[in-house]
């Protein structure tokens, strides 16, 4: 059965096996730790927020705001990993054609080119383990996201004071960084076992792929 953690650690065969027969439970499962560890981010982070309800400091994750926001999260986070699986598939297959790869049905490709996602679960399993270091953090609000601009301001400001100057927070950075280098090489070694096209070439369909969809997603805000 297809395994996320085998993508990320033991590419090249795992790929090679999986472009044989891609699965659409493949998929689904690297959907399904997506948004688990997405989760289990969110739970961590609300358990570091408390908010002023009723004069008194609440818990985000006791105030009766967290499950729904909980599931917005989630909801978005699939509208997220669909788009950003489409249009890195379709930028990939034009790029392949591009450079001389060979064709194929598109459907098997798409399957195998939404395994590559399963870096981001590392990402999120990561960040949970940074966010769990930081302090606590109050907040003079009464609704969880902040909405009105005096909010996110106040937010933003206990932010910068509390979480920015901790190395967790600065980490993240760097880790988005390292998460986007290995999802371009999941796709060069994706690409190659699929269209048997030379590493070179692989690559630069990777990079290409990825620059594509990196500048669509950031113009909608559809980031990972």
Do not use: C
């Given at each position: 059965m297809f395994s996320p953690l085998k993508v990320l650690f033991s590419p090249v065969k795992t790929f090679r096996e999986a472009a044989q027969d891609p699965q659409i439970k493949g998929l689904a499962l690297v959907l399904a730790l997506l948004l688990a560890t997405t989760a289990i981010t969110q739970y961590v982070s609300a358990l570091k927020i408390s908010l002023i309800i009723n004069n008194q400091p609440t818990s985000l994750l006791a105030s009766g705001l967290f499950t729904e926001y909980m599931l917005s999260t989630l909801v978005y986070m699939v509208l997220?990993?669909?788009?950003?699986?489409?249009?890195?598939?379709?930028?990939?297959?034009?790029?392949?054609?591009?450079?001389?790869?060979?064709?194929?049905?598109?459907?098997?490709?798409?399957?195998?080119?939404?395994?590559?996602?399963?870096?981001?679960?590392?990402?999120?399993?990561?960040?949970?383990?940074?966010?769990?270091?930081?302090?606590?953090?109050?907040?003079?609000?009464?609704?969880?996201?902040?909405?009105?601009?005096?909010?996110?301001?106040?937010?933003?400001?206990?932010?910068?004071?509390?979480?920015?100057?901790?190395?967790?927070l600065q980490m993240m950075p760097f880790l988005i960084w390292i998460v986007y280098g290995w999802f371009m090489i999941l796709g060069a070694v994706a690409v190659r076992a699929s269209k048997e096209?030379?590493?070179?070439?692989?690559?630069?369909?990777?990079?290409?792929?990825?620059?594509?969809?990196?500048?669509?997603?950031s113009l909608l805000g559809l980031m990972f």
């Open positions: 997220i990993f669909f788009f950003n699986w489409i249009i890195y598939a379709g930028a990939l297959l034009l790029l392949i054609k591009a450079f001389g790869g060979k064709g194929g049905p598109w459907r098997p490709f798409f399957m195998l080119a939404g395994y590559v996602f399963s870096v981001y679960i590392v990402r999120m399993g990561v960040t949970a383990v940074l966010i769990s270091t930081l302090p606590d953090l109050p907040l003079e609000l009464t609704t969880w996201p902040p909405i009105s601009e005096d909010d996110h301001r106040v937010y933003v400001d206990q932010v910068n004071a509390l979480w920015a100057p901790t190395l967790a096209i030379a590493w070179g070439k692989a690559a630069m369909v990777s990079l290409g792929a990825f620059l594509i969809n990196f500048m669509l997603s």
